[in-house]
């Protein structure tokens, strides 16, 4: 069976502007799974890409891959990511390496949220993620 298609996404509610990559509702049935936020740390705990937004993001993806398949699950499964970010201005570069894991014509949900500050001061993202199995 095809994931995808027991997942239903409603881009545009009546009344709710379009989202620009994003679906605004996305539900379903099956087992729900969540990942805590992932962030940039390699198997043995090392940071990956200090200062460099791109390579955290890659790293932050590739855990959330990991995490999902310990599930059971893949990026097809999820329905809501929420990002947690040191700069908003580094969402476009994170949305460009997030649209290699994401179907981008069916995206889940999501929600991006300025912080001050992450764990470890020199991490720049963290992403946790919602799936249906």
Do not use: W
């Not at 590739?62 to 947690?84: H, Q, S």
Request: proline share 5%; glycine share 6%; with cysteine.
């Amino acid at each position: 069976m095809d994931r995808q298609n027991s997942l239903t996404h409603i881009p545009a509610p009546e009344g709710v502007a379009p989202a620009k990559g994003y679906t605004h509702v996305v539900t379903g049935s099956g087992r729900m799974v969540a990942i805590s936020g992932q962030v940039a740390l390699d198997a043995h705990g090392d940071v990956v890409g200090a200062d460099d937004v791109t390579a955290q993001t890659r790293q932050v993806f590739e855990n959330l891959r990991r995490c999902l398949a310990a599930a059971g699950a893949t990026f097809d499964d999820v329905i809501k990511l929420t990002y947690f970010v040191t700069d908003i201005a580094h969402l476009p570069a994170i949305r460009t390496v997030r649209d290699d894991f994401v179907d981008v014509e069916r995206p889940p949900a999501s929600s991006a949220v300025q912080v001050a500050a992450l764990y470890r001061p020199e991490l720049l993202v963290e992403i946790e993620a919602f799936a249906l199995v």
